[in-house]
């Protein structure tokens, strides 16, 4: 069945870096646009990052731009989230899934704390 397989969270210092991976199943991945998503408590959950099936077009919330940057390895079915620079904003649960949420399921997601 689909599955989303989401690590590398962790807690952070504003400033520092962290690189999230997403590993897909079940599902024909080199078809679909992925996205990455995060969800901090008390908000609705918000659209960061989307990758074409390629690889060859990115997209960004403005908030991230500049800083974070999504990538993806076909042959892995993985997505991956390189996010720099972070600031405490973006303390977040962060998902991955295909864009628009195709199959209607989430992962486990992966907490990320920016925290001094």
């Known amino acids: 069945q689909v599955q989303f397989v989401e690590s590398g969270g962790g807690l952070v210092q504003p400033g520092g870096s962290l690189r999230l991976s997403c590993a897909a199943s079940?599902?024909?991945?080199?078809?679909?646009?992925m996205s990455w998503y995060r969800q901090a408590p008390g908000k609705e959950r918000e659209l960061v990052a989307t990758?074409?099936?390629?690889?060859?077009?990115?997209n960004y919330v403005d908030s991230v731009k500049g800083r974070f940057t999504i990538s993806r390895d076909n042959a892995k079915n993985t997505v991956y989230l390189q996010m720099n620079s972070l600031k405490p904003d973006d303390t977040a649960m962060y998902y991955c899934?295909?864009?628009?949420?195709?199959?209607?399921?989430w992962g486990q997601g992966t907490q990320v704390t920016v925290s001094s």
């Open positions: 990758i074409s099936s390629t690889g060859g077009s990115t």
């Open positions: 899934n295909t864009q628009r949420d195709v199959f209607g399921l």
């Open positions: 079940g599902f024909t991945f080199n078809i679909y646009f």
